[in-house]
Protein backbone atom coordinates (compact mmCIF):
# COMPACT_ATOMS: atom_id res chain seq x y z
CA UNK A 1 0.00 0.00 0.00
CA UNK A 2 2.85 2.46 0.16
CA UNK A 3 3.70 3.05 -3.35
CA UNK A 4 3.32 6.59 -3.65
CA UNK A 5 0.50 7.55 -6.40
CA UNK A 6 0.90 10.02 -9.07
CA UNK A 7 -1.52 13.32 -9.07
CA UNK A 8 -4.59 11.86 -10.96
CA UNK A 9 -4.53 13.96 -13.63
CA UNK A 10 -1.16 13.23 -14.63
CA UNK A 11 -1.69 9.69 -13.81
CA UNK A 12 -5.07 9.25 -15.79
CA UNK A 13 -3.53 10.76 -18.85
CA UNK A 14 -0.25 9.02 -18.65
CA UNK A 15 -1.96 5.87 -19.73
CA UNK A 16 0.62 4.10 -21.86
CA UNK A 17 -1.71 1.14 -22.90
CA UNK A 18 -4.23 3.34 -24.95
CA UNK A 19 -4.36 3.70 -28.41
CA UNK A 20 -4.30 6.64 -30.40
CA UNK A 21 -7.46 5.50 -32.09
CA UNK A 22 -10.54 6.76 -30.37
CA UNK A 23 -12.02 3.60 -30.06
CA UNK A 24 -9.44 0.31 -28.61
CA UNK A 25 -11.07 -2.90 -28.69
CA UNK A 26 -14.75 -2.48 -26.73
CA UNK A 27 -13.78 0.67 -24.79
CA UNK A 28 -13.92 4.28 -26.07
CA UNK A 29 -11.14 7.15 -25.37
CA UNK A 30 -12.13 9.55 -23.79
CA UNK A 31 -10.13 12.65 -22.06
CA UNK A 32 -7.10 9.94 -21.56
CA UNK A 33 -9.49 7.64 -20.23
CA UNK A 34 -10.76 3.86 -21.22
CA UNK A 35 -14.59 3.73 -20.92
CA UNK A 36 -15.78 0.59 -21.43
CA UNK A 37 -18.79 -0.07 -24.51
CA UNK A 38 -19.80 -3.45 -22.39
CA UNK A 39 -23.52 -2.32 -20.89
CA UNK A 40 -22.63 -5.12 -18.25
CA UNK A 41 -19.29 -3.12 -16.88
CA UNK A 42 -21.00 0.16 -17.46
CA UNK A 43 -23.70 -0.78 -15.10
CA UNK A 44 -21.67 -1.91 -12.66
CA UNK A 45 -20.07 1.13 -12.91
CA UNK A 46 -23.10 2.90 -12.26
CA UNK A 47 -23.40 0.85 -9.38
CA UNK A 48 -20.31 0.83 -7.85
CA UNK A 49 -20.48 4.82 -7.53
CA UNK A 50 -23.82 4.59 -5.96
CA UNK A 51 -21.75 2.05 -3.00
CA UNK A 52 -19.75 5.28 -1.72
CA UNK A 53 -18.25 3.54 1.05
CA UNK A 54 -15.99 0.24 1.49
CA UNK A 55 -13.88 -1.51 3.82
CA UNK A 56 -10.59 -2.34 3.35
CA UNK A 57 -8.86 -5.02 5.42
CA UNK A 58 -4.89 -5.61 5.70
CA UNK A 59 -4.39 -8.76 7.98
CA UNK A 60 -1.89 -11.46 8.08
CA UNK A 61 1.07 -13.10 9.83
CA UNK A 62 2.29 -9.61 10.30
CA UNK A 63 0.04 -8.03 12.84
CA UNK A 64 1.54 -10.34 15.37
CA UNK A 65 4.74 -7.63 15.49
CA UNK A 66 2.49 -4.96 14.74
CA UNK A 67 4.30 -4.18 11.66
CA UNK A 68 3.67 -2.20 8.61
CA UNK A 69 2.65 -4.97 5.87
CA UNK A 70 5.60 -6.71 3.70
CA UNK A 71 7.58 -3.59 3.01
CA UNK A 72 9.78 -4.46 6.05
CA UNK A 73 11.07 -7.47 3.55
CA UNK A 74 12.13 -4.37 0.51
CA UNK A 75 15.76 -3.22 1.56
CA UNK A 76 15.08 -0.15 -0.75
CA UNK A 77 12.04 0.74 1.69
CA UNK A 78 12.06 -0.45 5.25
CA UNK A 79 16.10 -1.85 5.62
CA UNK A 80 16.85 0.21 8.70
CA UNK A 81 12.92 -0.57 10.46
CA UNK A 82 13.39 -4.39 9.67
CA UNK A 83 16.87 -4.56 11.31
CA UNK A 84 15.48 -2.85 14.75
CA UNK A 85 12.53 -5.33 14.43
CA UNK A 86 14.46 -8.57 13.92
CA UNK A 87 17.56 -7.20 16.43
CA UNK A 88 19.95 -8.23 13.61
CA UNK A 89 22.31 -6.77 10.76
CA UNK A 90 21.57 -10.13 8.60
CA UNK A 91 18.98 -9.14 5.99
CA UNK A 92 18.61 -12.81 4.67
CA UNK A 93 18.29 -13.80 8.45
CA UNK A 94 15.43 -11.40 8.92
CA UNK A 95 13.53 -11.86 5.91
CA UNK A 96 13.61 -15.65 7.39
CA UNK A 97 12.35 -14.31 10.52
CA UNK A 98 9.59 -12.35 8.76
CA UNK A 99 8.47 -15.31 6.79
CA UNK A 100 8.50 -17.73 9.89
CA UNK A 101 5.85 -15.67 11.22
CA UNK A 102 3.34 -17.67 9.42
CA UNK A 103 4.57 -20.82 11.86
CA UNK A 104 3.09 -18.81 14.97
CA UNK A 105 -0.05 -17.04 13.46
CA UNK A 106 -3.39 -18.06 15.04
CA UNK A 107 -6.17 -15.86 15.00
CA UNK A 108 -8.23 -18.20 17.16
CA UNK A 109 -11.28 -15.57 17.77
CA UNK A 110 -11.59 -14.86 14.21
CA UNK A 111 -15.21 -14.68 13.62
CA UNK A 112 -16.67 -13.72 10.00
CA UNK A 113 -20.06 -13.55 11.01
CA UNK A 114 -19.16 -11.18 13.99
CA UNK A 115 -17.29 -9.47 11.47
CA UNK A 116 -20.01 -9.41 8.81
CA UNK A 117 -22.62 -7.77 11.37
CA UNK A 118 -20.62 -5.24 12.43
CA UNK A 119 -19.65 -4.16 8.82
CA UNK A 120 -23.17 -4.10 7.74
CA UNK A 121 -24.07 -2.36 10.96
CA UNK A 122 -21.17 0.72 10.11
CA UNK A 123 -23.00 1.27 7.02
CA UNK A 124 -20.14 -0.26 4.37
CA UNK A 125 -21.49 -1.87 1.19
CA UNK A 126 -18.51 -3.23 0.14
CA UNK A 127 -15.15 -5.85 1.05
CA UNK A 128 -11.80 -5.15 -0.27
CA UNK A 129 -9.97 -7.51 2.28
CA UNK A 130 -6.03 -8.51 1.60
CA UNK A 131 -5.97 -11.80 0.29
CA UNK A 132 -2.33 -11.67 -0.54
CA UNK A 133 -0.29 -8.91 0.02
CA UNK A 134 3.62 -8.58 -1.22
CA UNK A 135 4.76 -11.11 1.36
CA UNK A 136 2.97 -13.18 -0.76
CA UNK A 137 1.26 -15.05 2.08
CA UNK A 138 -2.20 -16.01 0.83
CA UNK A 139 -5.25 -15.93 3.33
CA UNK A 140 -7.43 -18.91 1.01
CA UNK A 141 -6.44 -22.06 0.56
CA UNK A 142 -4.39 -22.16 -2.64
CA UNK A 143 -3.58 -24.78 -4.86
CA UNK A 144 -0.86 -23.36 -6.34
CA UNK A 145 1.60 -22.52 -2.91
CA UNK A 146 2.55 -23.46 0.71
CA UNK A 147 2.80 -20.19 1.78
CA UNK A 148 -0.98 -20.01 3.33
CA UNK A 149 -3.15 -19.82 5.98
CA UNK A 150 -4.04 -23.77 5.58
CA UNK A 151 -0.60 -25.11 5.29
CA UNK A 152 0.10 -27.40 8.12
CA UNK A 153 2.98 -25.34 9.43
CA UNK A 154 0.54 -22.32 10.41
CA UNK A 155 -1.08 -23.48 14.21
CA UNK A 156 -4.13 -21.94 12.27
CA UNK A 157 -4.68 -24.56 9.37
CA UNK A 158 -7.35 -27.19 11.49
CA UNK A 159 -9.51 -24.20 12.73
CA UNK A 160 -12.93 -24.04 11.97
CA UNK A 161 -12.54 -20.84 9.66
CA UNK A 162 -8.82 -21.79 8.40
CA UNK A 163 -10.06 -21.05 4.87
CA UNK A 164 -10.41 -17.07 5.94
CA UNK A 165 -11.12 -15.61 2.47
CA UNK A 166 -13.51 -18.34 1.80
CA UNK A 167 -15.97 -17.83 5.70
CA UNK A 168 -15.51 -13.93 5.24
CA UNK A 169 -16.42 -13.65 1.96
CA UNK A 170 -19.60 -16.71 2.34
CA UNK A 171 -20.27 -14.37 5.81
CA UNK A 172 -20.45 -10.98 4.43
CA UNK A 173 -22.71 -11.70 1.24
CA UNK A 174 -25.12 -12.78 3.54
CA UNK A 175 -25.33 -9.41 4.92
CA UNK A 176 -25.47 -8.33 1.29
CA UNK A 177 -22.06 -6.97 1.22
CA UNK A 178 -20.46 -6.79 -1.92
CA UNK A 179 -16.66 -8.38 -2.55
CA UNK A 180 -13.89 -6.90 -4.11
CA UNK A 181 -10.81 -8.73 -3.24
CA UNK A 182 -7.14 -7.33 -3.16
CA UNK A 183 -4.61 -9.27 -4.29
CA UNK A 184 -0.81 -8.26 -5.14
CA UNK A 185 0.52 -8.81 -8.25
CA UNK A 186 4.41 -8.83 -6.65
CA UNK A 187 5.27 -12.05 -4.56
CA UNK A 188 8.56 -11.77 -2.67
CA UNK A 189 7.82 -15.44 -1.38
CA UNK A 190 8.12 -16.78 -4.78
CA UNK A 191 11.23 -17.91 -6.19
CA UNK A 192 10.17 -17.23 -9.41
CA UNK A 193 9.75 -13.80 -8.59
CA UNK A 194 12.25 -13.13 -5.75
CA UNK A 195 15.95 -15.26 -5.95
CA UNK A 196 18.88 -14.52 -4.08
CA UNK A 197 20.81 -16.30 -6.74
CA UNK A 198 20.50 -13.06 -9.28
CA UNK A 199 21.86 -10.32 -10.52
CA UNK A 200 20.96 -8.02 -7.46
CA UNK A 201 22.59 -11.02 -4.85
CA UNK A 202 20.72 -10.91 -1.41
CA UNK A 203 19.94 -7.12 -1.39
CA UNK A 204 15.69 -6.83 -2.19
CA UNK A 205 13.71 -4.06 -3.59
CA UNK A 206 9.91 -4.33 -4.95
CA UNK A 207 10.71 -5.43 -8.24
CA UNK A 208 12.10 -9.11 -9.60
CA UNK A 209 15.66 -9.93 -8.77
CA UNK A 210 16.96 -10.82 -12.08
CA UNK A 211 16.11 -8.52 -15.49
CA UNK A 212 13.37 -10.54 -17.03
CA UNK A 213 14.29 -10.36 -20.23
CA UNK A 214 17.20 -12.56 -19.51
CA UNK A 215 15.54 -15.07 -17.81
CA UNK A 216 12.05 -15.11 -19.79
CA UNK A 217 11.72 -19.00 -18.72
CA UNK A 218 11.62 -17.71 -15.10
CA UNK A 219 9.02 -14.78 -15.56
CA UNK A 220 6.80 -17.10 -17.71
CA UNK A 221 6.61 -19.24 -14.42
CA UNK A 222 5.71 -16.33 -12.42
CA UNK A 223 3.09 -14.99 -14.70
CA UNK A 224 1.79 -18.43 -15.16
CA UNK A 225 1.36 -18.82 -10.83
CA UNK A 226 0.02 -14.94 -10.83
CA UNK A 227 -2.47 -16.09 -13.26
CA UNK A 228 -3.41 -19.11 -12.18
CA UNK A 229 -3.97 -17.52 -8.31
CA UNK A 230 -6.52 -15.02 -9.72
CA UNK A 231 -8.26 -17.36 -11.41
CA UNK A 232 -8.47 -19.28 -8.21
CA UNK A 233 -9.91 -16.12 -6.37
CA UNK A 234 -12.30 -15.76 -9.17
CA UNK A 235 -13.50 -19.09 -10.00
CA UNK A 236 -13.51 -21.10 -6.51
CA UNK A 237 -14.25 -17.74 -4.26
CA UNK A 238 -16.89 -16.21 -5.95
CA UNK A 239 -18.94 -14.54 -7.63
CA UNK A 240 -16.54 -11.66 -6.74
CA UNK A 241 -18.00 -7.86 -7.96
CA UNK A 242 -14.30 -7.18 -8.82
CA UNK A 243 -10.70 -7.47 -8.29
CA UNK A 244 -8.66 -4.84 -6.50
CA UNK A 245 -4.73 -5.59 -7.41
CA UNK A 246 -1.92 -3.90 -6.12
CA UNK A 247 1.83 -3.90 -7.04
CA UNK A 248 1.62 -1.11 -9.95
CA UNK A 249 4.58 -1.38 -10.96
CA UNK A 250 4.30 -4.73 -12.59
CA UNK A 251 3.30 -4.09 -15.32
CA UNK A 252 4.64 -4.07 -19.32
CA UNK A 253 6.22 -0.44 -19.16
CA UNK A 254 8.55 -1.81 -16.57
CA UNK A 255 9.40 -5.01 -18.85
CA UNK A 256 7.27 -7.03 -16.30
CA UNK A 257 4.21 -8.09 -18.22
CA UNK A 258 1.61 -10.61 -16.99
CA UNK A 259 -1.15 -10.00 -19.61
CA UNK A 260 -3.55 -8.86 -16.95
CA UNK A 261 -5.65 -7.81 -20.14
CA UNK A 262 -5.85 -10.84 -22.15
CA UNK A 263 -7.02 -12.61 -18.27
CA UNK A 264 -9.63 -9.44 -18.10
CA UNK A 265 -11.29 -10.43 -21.59
CA UNK A 266 -10.93 -14.22 -20.48
CA UNK A 267 -12.19 -13.60 -17.08
CA UNK A 268 -14.94 -11.63 -18.62
CA UNK A 269 -16.41 -14.03 -20.64
CA UNK A 270 -18.20 -15.85 -17.61
CA UNK A 271 -18.24 -12.51 -15.83
CA UNK A 272 -19.44 -9.99 -17.90
CA UNK A 273 -20.08 -7.67 -15.48
CA UNK A 274 -16.65 -7.79 -13.29
CA UNK A 275 -15.04 -4.47 -12.55
CA UNK A 276 -11.01 -4.21 -12.41
CA UNK A 277 -8.33 -2.18 -10.44
CA UNK A 278 -4.85 -2.80 -12.40
CA UNK A 279 -3.80 -0.05 -10.19
CA UNK A 280 -1.50 2.54 -12.27
CA UNK A 281 -1.47 0.06 -15.16
CA UNK A 282 -4.08 1.99 -16.79
CA UNK A 283 -5.91 -0.06 -20.40
CA UNK A 284 -8.68 -1.69 -19.77
CA UNK A 285 -8.10 -2.96 -16.32
CA UNK A 286 -8.05 0.00 -14.98
CA UNK A 287 -11.89 0.74 -14.18
CA UNK A 288 -11.96 3.41 -11.93
CA UNK A 289 -8.84 5.32 -10.25
CA UNK A 290 -7.45 4.62 -6.53
CA UNK A 291 -5.62 7.48 -5.45
CA UNK A 292 -3.89 6.80 -1.34
CA UNK A 293 -4.61 8.47 1.55
CA UNK A 294 -5.23 11.73 -0.84
CA UNK A 295 -8.24 13.20 -1.81
CA UNK A 296 -7.82 15.42 -5.12
CA UNK A 297 -7.95 18.95 -4.81
CA UNK A 298 -10.48 19.54 -7.87
CA UNK A 299 -12.94 16.21 -8.61
CA UNK A 300 -11.28 14.33 -11.45
CA UNK A 301 -14.29 13.60 -13.64
CA UNK A 302 -13.83 9.77 -13.84
CA UNK A 303 -14.69 6.63 -11.23
CA UNK A 304 -12.51 6.87 -8.01
CA UNK A 305 -12.14 5.78 -5.02
CA UNK A 306 -9.82 6.83 -2.14
CA UNK A 307 -8.58 4.06 0.64
CA UNK A 308 -7.30 5.31 3.98
CA UNK A 309 -6.78 3.97 7.41
CA UNK A 310 -8.90 4.59 9.91
CA UNK A 311 -6.16 4.76 12.19
CA UNK A 312 -2.21 5.93 11.58
CA UNK A 313 -1.52 2.81 9.52
CA UNK A 314 -3.22 0.66 7.18
CA UNK A 315 -1.68 -2.76 9.18
CA UNK A 316 -2.75 -3.51 12.88
CA UNK A 317 -0.64 -1.34 15.20
CA UNK A 318 -0.29 -1.52 19.04
CA UNK A 319 -2.04 1.34 20.44
CA UNK A 320 -3.20 2.79 17.69
CA UNK A 321 -4.65 6.20 17.72
CA UNK A 322 -8.15 6.18 15.38
CA UNK A 323 -9.62 8.90 13.76
CA UNK A 324 -12.56 10.87 15.14
CA UNK A 325 -16.36 10.38 14.03
CA UNK A 326 -16.20 14.23 13.11
CA UNK A 327 -12.68 12.99 11.05
CA UNK A 328 -14.41 10.65 9.09
CA UNK A 329 -17.73 12.08 8.53
CA UNK A 330 -15.63 14.68 6.68
CA UNK A 331 -13.37 12.35 4.83
CA UNK A 332 -16.18 10.77 3.55
CA UNK A 333 -18.31 13.76 2.69
CA UNK A 334 -15.50 15.38 1.37
CA UNK A 335 -14.53 12.45 -1.10
CA UNK A 336 -18.80 11.83 -1.98
CA UNK A 337 -18.65 15.35 -2.68
CA UNK A 338 -16.27 15.38 -5.24
CA UNK A 339 -17.94 12.02 -6.98
CA UNK A 340 -15.52 9.34 -5.37
CA UNK A 341 -15.89 6.45 -2.98
CA UNK A 342 -14.14 6.53 0.28
CA UNK A 343 -12.35 3.10 1.15
CA UNK A 344 -11.67 2.83 4.76
CA UNK A 345 -8.84 0.79 6.30
CA UNK A 346 -9.76 -1.40 9.72
CA UNK A 347 -6.99 -3.47 10.93
CA UNK A 348 -7.76 -6.79 12.77
CA UNK A 349 -5.91 -7.96 16.05
CA UNK A 350 -3.90 -10.45 15.60
CA UNK A 351 -6.14 -13.20 17.61
CA UNK A 352 -8.40 -12.00 14.75
CA UNK A 353 -10.72 -9.60 16.50
CA UNK A 354 -11.82 -6.22 15.34
CA UNK A 355 -9.83 -3.55 17.98
CA UNK A 356 -12.75 -2.28 20.33
CA UNK A 357 -12.01 1.43 19.80
CA UNK A 358 -12.31 0.71 15.73
CA UNK A 359 -15.62 -1.26 16.57
CA UNK A 360 -16.86 1.75 18.16
CA UNK A 361 -15.86 4.01 15.54
CA UNK A 362 -17.84 1.63 13.19
CA UNK A 363 -20.81 1.95 15.60
CA UNK A 364 -20.97 6.03 15.85
CA UNK A 365 -20.08 5.72 11.73
CA UNK A 366 -23.09 3.41 11.02
CA UNK A 367 -25.82 5.88 13.69
CA UNK A 368 -24.65 8.69 11.54
CA UNK A 369 -25.54 6.89 8.36
CA UNK A 370 -28.49 5.60 9.13
CA UNK A 371 -29.96 9.66 9.71
CA UNK A 372 -27.96 10.80 7.21
CA UNK A 373 -27.53 8.32 4.56
CA UNK A 374 -29.43 9.54 1.74
CA UNK A 375 -26.90 12.05 1.41
CA UNK A 376 -24.46 9.90 0.80
CA UNK A 377 -25.41 6.89 -0.83
CA UNK A 378 -26.86 6.78 -4.57
CA UNK A 379 -25.18 10.82 -4.82
CA UNK A 380 -23.62 12.27 -7.36
CA UNK A 381 -21.93 15.61 -7.69
CA UNK A 382 -23.73 18.66 -7.39
CA UNK A 383 -22.84 22.43 -9.03
CA UNK A 384 -21.09 23.41 -6.36
CA UNK A 385 -19.62 20.36 -4.93
CA UNK A 386 -18.05 22.45 -2.08
CA UNK A 387 -18.09 25.72 -0.45
CA UNK A 388 -16.01 26.49 2.53
CA UNK A 389 -17.17 23.62 4.91
CA UNK A 390 -20.32 22.77 3.20
CA UNK A 391 -20.20 19.83 0.77
CA UNK A 392 -23.40 19.31 -1.95
CA UNK A 393 -24.29 16.13 -3.44
CA UNK A 394 -27.24 15.11 -5.16
CA UNK A 395 -29.27 11.93 -5.80
CA UNK A 396 -28.70 10.82 -8.90
CA UNK A 397 -32.27 8.68 -9.25
CA UNK A 398 -35.04 11.61 -7.38
CA UNK A 399 -32.45 14.68 -8.09
CA UNK A 400 -33.03 15.93 -4.22
CA UNK A 401 -29.55 17.94 -3.61
CA UNK A 402 -27.98 17.81 -0.37
CA UNK A 403 -25.97 20.30 1.74
CA UNK A 404 -23.46 18.79 4.12
CA UNK A 405 -22.26 21.15 6.71
CA UNK A 406 -19.50 19.55 8.80
CA UNK A 407 -17.88 21.32 11.88
CA UNK A 408 -14.51 20.91 12.81
CA UNK A 409 -15.29 21.48 16.68
CA UNK A 410 -18.52 21.04 19.17
CA UNK A 411 -18.14 24.40 19.25
CA UNK A 412 -18.78 25.10 15.86
CA UNK A 413 -21.23 22.86 15.78
CA UNK A 414 -23.21 24.85 18.70
CA UNK A 415 -23.93 28.21 16.37
CA UNK A 416 -27.33 29.81 16.70
CA UNK A 417 -26.83 30.57 12.93
CA UNK A 418 -25.13 28.55 9.65
CA UNK A 419 -24.37 29.53 5.93
CA UNK A 420 -25.20 27.67 3.19
CA UNK A 421 -23.09 29.38 0.36
CA UNK A 422 -25.73 28.30 -2.46
CA UNK A 423 -25.17 31.14 -4.14
CA UNK A 424 -28.42 30.69 -6.80
CA UNK A 425 -30.89 30.79 -3.78
CA UNK A 426 -33.79 32.31 -6.47
CA UNK A 427 -33.67 28.35 -7.29
CA UNK A 428 -34.48 27.22 -4.08
CA UNK A 429 -37.83 26.08 -3.77
CA UNK A 430 -37.87 24.99 0.39
CA UNK A 431 -35.33 23.34 2.42
CA UNK A 432 -35.68 20.87 5.10
CA UNK A 433 -32.86 19.55 7.76
CA UNK A 434 -32.79 16.07 8.66
CA UNK A 435 -32.84 14.97 12.16
CA UNK A 436 -32.75 11.89 14.04
CA UNK A 437 -36.05 10.23 14.37
CA UNK A 438 -38.22 11.88 17.15
CA UNK A 439 -36.02 14.87 16.87
CA UNK A 440 -36.71 18.45 15.82
CA UNK A 441 -34.51 20.60 13.37
CA UNK A 442 -33.01 23.43 15.01
CA UNK A 443 -35.42 26.30 13.65
CA UNK A 444 -38.53 26.93 11.56
CA UNK A 445 -39.08 26.73 7.67
CA UNK A 446 -40.13 30.04 7.63
CA UNK A 447 -37.57 31.66 9.60
CA UNK A 448 -34.75 30.33 7.50
CA UNK A 449 -33.52 33.72 5.17
CA UNK A 450 -31.96 34.22 1.34
CA UNK A 451 -29.06 36.65 1.21
CA UNK A 452 -26.49 37.35 -1.35
CA UNK A 453 -23.93 34.54 0.33
CA UNK A 454 -26.93 31.99 0.66
CA UNK A 455 -29.31 30.72 2.41
CA UNK A 456 -29.17 31.53 6.45
CA UNK A 457 -30.30 28.82 8.97
CA UNK A 458 -30.76 30.19 12.42
CA UNK A 459 -30.94 27.73 14.98
CA UNK A 460 -28.69 25.14 16.61
CA UNK A 461 -28.56 21.42 15.24
CA UNK A 462 -29.01 17.88 16.97
CA UNK A 463 -27.15 17.88 20.38
CA UNK A 464 -23.26 16.87 19.95
CA UNK A 465 -23.86 17.05 15.89
CA UNK A 466 -20.83 16.59 13.98
CA UNK A 467 -22.74 17.92 10.94
CA UNK A 468 -25.75 19.66 9.64
CA UNK A 469 -27.76 18.11 6.56
CA UNK A 470 -30.57 19.65 4.15
CA UNK A 471 -32.68 18.57 1.86
CA UNK A 472 -32.91 21.13 -0.71
CA UNK A 473 -35.74 21.23 -3.89
CA UNK A 474 -34.32 23.42 -6.35
CA UNK A 475 -37.13 24.99 -9.19
CA UNK A 476 -37.04 22.16 -12.23
Known amino acids: MKEKEPALPEKLMEQEAFSEANVVDGYTKADGYLVPDSPEVRR ?136 LPYFSKADWHCKDYWNNGYERGTRTFKGPSYVVADHPDMWKRFEDFTRGQILELVNEYGPLDGLWMDAGWVTARRGEDIHMEDLVREIRKTNPDMLFVDRGAGGIAENYSTPEVTVPETPPGIPWESCFPMGTAF ?123 GGRPGYRAAEYRKTDEGILVPGQGPKRAVARVFRLALRT
Open 44 to 179: KLEWFQDQKLGLMVHWGPYAQLGIEESWILSDDDREEERMEVFGIRDRVLSRERYFDLSKTFYPIRFRPEQWAEAVSRAGFRYLIFTTKHHDGFTMWDSKLTDYKITSPDCPYHTAEYADVCRHLFAAMRAKGIAI
Open 315 to 437: AYRFEERYKSLREIVRLLTEVVAKGGNLALNVAPQPDGRIPKEALQRMEELGRWLRVYGEAIYETRMADPYQAGDVYFTKNRKTGAVYAVACFRTQREAESDRLLIPWKNTEEIVSLEEIVPS
